[in-house]
């Protein structure tokens, strides 16, 4: 089992950056890609960013490609997603998810999630 605990969101202005994070518990997660989700308000849960397991690759979304970088330090355990020039239309709920030897940016390919955390950004 593996969990997850996502920390860092918050209140931002647009234009404004925020750093999530992801500690993880349970198992290493050198052999887990890490997936960055979000959900906005009355929306479908949406795939943002995913990182392999030994970090050598990253696949961004489009909307948030230039913006937004997905790293992890397998020896804290722990994902970050740093957001700058934040937008309004990136409010909503984050997600960090892993699966096991597995790329993919479908959320139900993913075997563990957090329980999220609330990013909001104020035009």
């Known amino acids: 089992q593996v969990q997850l605990v996502e920390s860092g969101g918050g209140l931002v202005q647009t234009g404004g950056s925020l750093r999530l994070s992801c500690a993880a518990s349970g198992r290493t997660l050198s052999s887990y890609t890490m997936g960055w989700f979000r959900q906005p308000p009355e929306k479908e849960r949406e795939f943002v960013v995913l990182?392999?397991?030994?970090?050598?690759?990253?696949y961004y979304a489009d909307s948030v490609k230039g913006r937004f970088t997905i790293s992890r330090d397998n020896a804290k355990n722990t994902v970050y997603l740093q957001m700058n020039s934040l937008k309004p239309d990136d409010t909503a709920v984050y997600y960090c998810?892993?699966?096991?030897?597995?790329?993919?940016?479908?959320?139900?390919?993913?075997?563990?999630w957090g329980q999220g955390t609330q990013v909001t950004v104020s035009s």
């Open positions: 998810a892993a699966v096991k030897d597995t790329v993919a940016t479908r959320a139900s390919v993913y075997e563990y």
């Open positions: 990182i392999t397991g030994s970090g050598g690759s990253t």
